[in-house]
């Protein structure tokens, strides 16, 4: 069997009884320690243990903050909320871990753009110590990635006069100058090699430079090597690519694309190789810039747009650099990363069909593949998509998986060099040279249009609509017009275009707003990322919008009267008739979706009564409906404590694994879905929620169908099955993605790729009322499963338990069973009968049963006093 991301992978996995072994670990504080799903090790930091006896490695935890508030939020409020909730998770979580490691005297850095220590050196015993921790989800080895080196084919310098680059000309950069937008007022940076500051093509946009040949480094720079206390450049690259994006000698070399931008750098690579250390360093001074030595971090000075040439060659979604992207996103920053060229991994040239490296293939960065100089033709060194990691904010229909975004000029591409203030080179080709000129025209656009600063999905839908098109046969079936393509995207940035677009969706009339909605029945309302928008000019689909990820949408209109509808899977489709625009209007039209499912809640949560003996008296319970589906229900009066409950499913939690003696298995592809994480690594998700053992079912990119079933004798009583799911990864399937429970071949429960579950990370549990079973006779238990594309369901710790039916003779409800409408309520009268009670308290519960629903216990709680009951007395006759 093998998984690889969401596939199935045959790994060796660390074993925590092995670590123990001889071994005598450091103190670790038990008081905080709380059972947990096991720590994933990495087989390399095993193997360098083995071989080296000490390694360095990186410890990954498991929370991470909610930052969606963020999107809603101005500039400045934005970039602190981040920085904020970024750095108190990070100090929460890993307290216990630094106080482990600073009693081991073990050298360590902690990062909070990641939340994640890396461990300068350690020891088997070390390692064996920190599996004890909870709130560890992964320890991983530490690697390095490859600066995108570019072909230089003309090795010459020179410091002569170009006037405006060919390149820049190309993608008409020019052009945009000449309607007055030159980046002013944004900030550009790079993390890269370094940059030489005192070059005259950059040294006036520089940001730490205050005039008069004074300068100030702090939050303009930083080495994370401890190489350079100002910006330097030993290698080139960097001073290149920042000459690209920003640079211009005041007319003389016009070699960037948005002149009147500011910089600021952090060296993320020395050399032609980019430790990981430096690069989550240099993405937390990007995201809130410190002092040169690293203290007094100040989001408020953090970057607009951020140029990365650097990354991997792997040809699957590698989720490292993950958490820094999605933290870059919720501040505001636009990431752009180069695609990588085919020299770079000893591809062919072309270099064919998913060759994209991490992390230009998210789905959430824009990546840039290159053109030649100035023919606008595709550039033979430039990797291709498509992606595994779909685009989830603003993908065209059929296309999530585009690779690159946008092409752009990368091929002999003239720029400053820091071998002296004065030098360029020409003869530069590579992505790395493309990269630049989409970040610098991310300035050109947002000065051009304000109102889209921190939008990456409209500036992103804006550079492709405006690319001009490319097209070419790149061989797949996804893309059958050649446009668009996976080696050209949507085509060559228009410079021009792009900035007009701006201009005019900021300064139009515009339809705008945000899509909310409850998140599995909770109370307040959440940003729906991804929900599609469809506006309708009289009766005709005008245009189809997606949400970003703080669930915004924005669109120039015409004035006139229009209808929309806001589709989103899991929720009731919303639509609003009649929506007038005003000329010059800058209309806000939000949307609060309702969950397609019914969300019961109870008031109160709980009764209490107190009676003398032989009385009565009623309460109410209000049961409402505050989901969209209708919610059927009946009422069961259950004693407390009930008679101990009876485990009847063999095997729970799959620890017998395979082949199993008390679960049938099957799965098409892989023969059986029981998975360990020492055959089956974890994909990505949890791995087994206890012990070793989980089912995992689908995981391929084939469509996979699998089962696990037991037959089991249900006595008579109160049947509850309880089981815990995860569904991470949803794949493409929707509703033919997924997995139900089968009870003699009926259907008790379902989730699909539309559940609004879909996409979370961690188990959720799931608890059903099966005591329509419980009827002493045999029956079969199925967790049936169908995946399309990468879909998994995680499976683990199912329990069945019968507690004998027992009878709550002093309570009863009117009406015990029902239908409760969407945004319905029904009152139920709960009676207490004290008859033939003696003095004491007596305890039940009132069990609110629904099969759309999870079920409801209100604890009932009835005090008998002393007293004469019924007894019936004369009155009092005074003679």
Known sequence: MFKTNYLKI????????????????????AEDIEPQTPVFVDPQVVQDLQSKGTTSYWIDFKNQPDLTPAYTMDWRSRGQYVYEQLSKE????????????????????????????????????????????????????????????????????????????????????????????????????NIDTGVRYTHQALVNQYRGNLGGGSFDHDYNW?????????????????????????????????????????????????????????????????????KTDGTVPNPDLRAHVVNNSWGDCNRSYDDWYQDVVDAWHAAGIYPVFSNGNNSNCGYSRPPGLNTVGNPARYGNVTGVGSSGNSDGQYATHSNWGPTDNPDTINAKAGFDMM???????????????????????????????????????VALMWQAGPCLVGDYALTETLLEDTATPMTYDDGSPLTPTNYPNFATGWGEINALAAVQAAASICGATTLRGVVSGLEMCDVN?????????NIYDHGALLTSLTTDGGGN???????????????????????????????????????????????????????????????????????????????????????????????????????????NSFWKEYSELFGTPLCTIDDCGTGTGTGPRTGDVWSWFGGS??????YVSQDVTIGVGLAELSFYVEQYVCGIGGVNNYLRLLIDDHEIWRTDGTDPACGVFGYRQIEL???????????????????????????????????????????????????????????ITVTFDSTGLVKGEYLAKIRIRSPQAPMIDVPVTLVVTEGSGNRTFLPLIVR
């Not at 070390?126 to 600066?147: D, M, Q, T």
């Not at 000029?409 to 590579?430: F, H, K, L």
């Not at 399309?788 to 499976?795: Q, R």
């Open 525 to 533: 309302p959440a940003p729906l990322g991804g929900a599609t928008v």
């Open 90 to 189: 990070a100090d929460q979580s890993q307290r216990n871990v630094r106080a482990y490691l600073d009693e081991g005297n073990i050298s360590y850095q902690s990062f909070w753009i990641k939340n994640s220590i890396l461990v300068l050196e350690s020891n088997l015993n070390v390692v064996n110590g920190l599996l004890n921790f909870s709130e560890i989800s992964a320890i991983r080895p530490v690697k390095e990635y490859l600066l995108y080196a570019p072909e230089q084919v003309d090795s010459a310098f020179d410091n002569g006069i170009n006037g405006v680059g060919s390149n820049i000309s190309r993608v008409k950069a020019d052009q945009a100058w000449a309607l007055g937008y030159t980046g002013e007022g944004l900030v550009v940076a």
């Open 701 to 706: 990119y084939s469509g996979d169908s699998g």
């Open 222 to 290: 930083f080495d994370p090597y401890n190489t350079y206390l100002s910006p330097a450049d030993g290698h080139g690259h960097g001073t290149h690519t920042m000459g690209t994006a920003i640079g211009d000698d005041g007319g003389a070399n016009q070699i960037g694309m948005a002149p009147g931008a500011n910089w600021i750098a952090c060296r993320g690579c020395n050399s032609n190789s980019c430790a990981d250390s430096a690069l989550l360093t240099c993405a937390q001074f990007i995201t809130a810039p410190t």
């Open 403 to 441: 690779k690159p975004q946008v092409v752009a000029p990368g091929v002999n591409i003239r720029s400053s060099v820091p071998s002296s203030d004065t030098a360029y080179q020409n003869g530069w080709s590579g992505t790395s040279m493309s990269a630049p000129h989409v970040t610098g025209l």
């Open 769 to 827: 009322d099966v005591s329509a079973y419980a009827d002493g006779n045999l029956h079969e238990i199925k967790f049936d499963s169908n995946t399309v594309g990468e879909g998994n369901f995680f499976l683990d710790d199912v329990e069945l338990y019968l507690s004998p039916a027992s009878d709550v003779p002093w309570l009863s409800e009117n009406p015990e069973s029902g239908t409760i409408p969407p945004g319905g309520e029904v009152n």
């Open 10 to 29: 045959s790994s060796f996995f660390l074993i925590v009884g092995f670590l123990f072994v001889s071994i005598l670990p450091l103190h670790v504080l």
């Open 553 to 659: 949408y924005i669109f120039a209109l015409d004035a006139g009267t229009y209808d929309l509808e806001v589709v989103m899977n899991g929720y009731v489709t919303q639509t609003v008739f009649g929506v007038v625009l005003e000329e010059g209007a800058n209309l806000v039209n939000n949307f609060e979706l309702r969950l397609n499912a019914p969300c019961l809640s109870v008031a109160p949560t709980s009764l209490v009564e107190t009676l003398a003996p032989d009385r009565t008296k009623t309460q109410t319970l209000k049961l409402s409906n505050t989901g969209a589906g209708k919610a059927d229900f009946t009422l069961i009066d259950m004693p407390v404590p009930l008679l101990p409950d009876v485990q009847l499913v063999s095997d729970p939690s799959f620890e017998g694994y395979t082949p």
